[in-house]
């Protein structure tokens, strides 16, 4: 490791093209926050600035230390050792030099190479899945609430180039062949804690700027060896395939960043699109699940199918945004040739799909959603999981109250003269007339196999509770919590909740005593 310096350093000219540079990003990308708040001085905005002790990074902190005064920034050194290469130590002694030079607090961590190179993702994935979790983690302890957590990076019209080339030869789509973002949201920082923003201010700037700046303004930097290393993908396009590619267009690394600009435009313009599909067809989303409607999806191409499904996924877990193409069109075939109700069926991520049919409308639809949950939520009470395994059955009394999470069941016995005068033409699913000297032990529970039920105008005939969730068109899943009203003392269904009275227990004009069942959602536990 070499570190290199010049002996003149000076504060940058007010018209020092890449400040200019940094002032209009700034302004069509907003990278930092105003500096006012309602006409008052806003509390100042950390920064932690990713130095490594290259170049790059170097320039960046010398602009940005310039800067921090008029965009009031409190800035924070932030240097990673990644336990690689013999030279680390020397580059963490530098960069904390530099932070002590410019009176900028300095946070560094040194990482457990050995780990890196024995993780199974690979070590440059791993080596930068543990650089940005210290990152985000350091702007996350140094920001207070409300301010957003900023994270800034030196990427530059290089890197861009040397990024679209890599994604254009592993196949990437639109989005991927977007490149890098001058802004880009970190959802996924460790410990749950807030999102970060990655601010990439030099993302416009060619590398002979960034050398003609720290050679004008006397920077000292490290030269890091293994940048000559040929056997990593992105040294290799920058050394060998982009010098090519410049005896056909010397301006290529320029060219290249600036199609990656112009596709990242038409690559938003198209996800804006998407978003609105999935807004027009989307009959309901929650926490753990978005809910579209598949004969909307399935009128679709195949192209606007996939960026829909995209988008809806992306609202489920922002990693899913990272979803392959591959596996993009294969739901979107899937969804398309799907016959009745299937799923549900994995997805990455913790998520899953499945064809399901909305209770209210009775359309069909397509639900993605995390793996653990229903594809689509009850529309009346549910007896969950945990409620089976502890209860079972529960025996109801004449008069009592069941509570099952948001609703309870109420249960009164009344003379049939005091039953409402409409009783008879009862329009709530949710609640029931039965002849309670009929009854014998009743029981709240679930569907049970071979369950059969005698519904109220079939003469008495028996139906598989099973084959009337399917004639009503129950989704798989929600069947196991239904709740049933049985008798355990003749073996009768008598009310699948919502769904269908038994013939068994009917009120008649010989009833003396109606025992009363009704289902109300409740607030409050």
């Given amino acids: 490791m070499q570190t290199r310096a010049l002996s003149h350093p000076i504060r940058p000219a007010a018209d020092e093209p890449l400040l200019a540079m940094i002032m209009a990003a700034q302004a069509s990308h907003t990278l930092f926050p105003p500096t006012t708040d309602g006409g008052q001085e806003a509390q100042p905005q950390p920064v932690v600035v990713a130095v490594s002790g290259g170049l790059d990074s170097v320039v960046l902190l010398h602009l940005l230390a310039q800067s921090a005064p008029a965009w009031n920034l409190a800035l924070h050194v932030a240097h990673i050792d990644h336990d690689l ?18 009176g900028l607090p300095f946070h560094t961590v040194r990482l457990d190479g050995a780990a890196l190179h024995a993780d199974s993702s690979g070590l440059e994935a791993a080596a930068r899945t543990a650089r940005y979790r210290f990152l985000c983690a350091t702007a996350n302890n140094v920001t207070p609430p409300p301010l957003v957590p900023i994270v800034t990076v030196a990427h530059h019209a290089g890197d861009q180039a040397e990024t679209l080339l890599l994604r254009l030869v592993q196949g990437s789509g639109l989005a991927g062949l977007a490149g890098m973002r001058p802004v880009t949201l970190l959802e996924d920082t460790a410990g749950g804690a807030r999102p970060v923003c990655l601010v990439r201010p030099l993302l416009a ?93 399935r009128a679709l191409t195949q192209p606007a199918r996939r960026g829909v499904l995209r988008v809806a996924l992306a609202g489920l877990a922002s990693a899913a945004r990272e979803l392959n193409y591959g596996r993009l069109d294969a739901l979107a075939t899937a969804v398309g040739a799907a016959g ?26 397509l639900s993605l959603h995390r793996g653990d949950a229903l594809p689509i939520p009850p529309p009346g009470p549910w007896l969950p999981a945990d409620w089976r395994a502890a209860a079972g059955a529960v025996e109801l009394g004449d008069v009592c109250t069941v509570r099952v999470e948001e609703w ?118």
């Fill in 85 to 102: 290469r013999p030279a680390s130590a020397g580059d963490a002694a530098f960069v904390r030099a530099l932070a002590g030079a410019l």
């Fill in 205 to 297: 700037a060619p590398r002979a700027d960034i050398l003609d700046y720290a050679r004008r303004h006397g920077l000292a930097w490290r030269e890091d060896e293994s940048n000559a290393d040929n056997a990593r993908a992105r040294n290799l396009l920058r050394n060998t395939v982009l010098p090519e590619l410049a005896r056909i267009n010397p301006d290529i690394a320029a060219t290249l960043a600036r199609t990656a600009t112009l596709l990242a435009a038409e690559s938003d313009r198209l996800l804006a699109a998407d978003e609105e599909i999935c807004r027009r067809l989307r009959v309901l989303a929650d926490d753990e699940r978005i809910v579209l409607q598949l004969a909307g999806l």
């Fill in 340 to 365: 009745g109700h299937t799923g549900p069926h994995p997805l990455p991520h913790g998520l899953a799909w499945s064809i399901v049919t909305e209770f209210a409308s009775g359309a069909r639809c």
């Fill in 408 to 525: 309870m069941l109420t249960c009164n016995t009344l003379a049939l003269s005091a039953l409402p005068l409409d009783w008879q033409h009862n329009t709530d699913r949710w609640t029931v007339y039965l002849d309670r000297a009929q009854v014998g032990t009743p029981a709240l529970t679930v569907a049970r196999p071979g369950m059969k039920l005698a519904p109220l105008g079939m003469g008495g005939r028996h139906k598989q509770v099973g084959d009337l969730f399917t004639d009503r068109k129950i989704a798989q899943p929600l069947r196991a919590g239904w709740p049933v009203l049985f008798d355990e003392a003749n073996g009768e269904v008598l009310w699948v909740c919502g769904l269908a009275q038994s013939e068994h227990a009917r009120v008649t004009a010989d009833t003396r005593l109606v025992w009363v069942l009704n289902w109300v959602r409740v607030t409050g536990r």
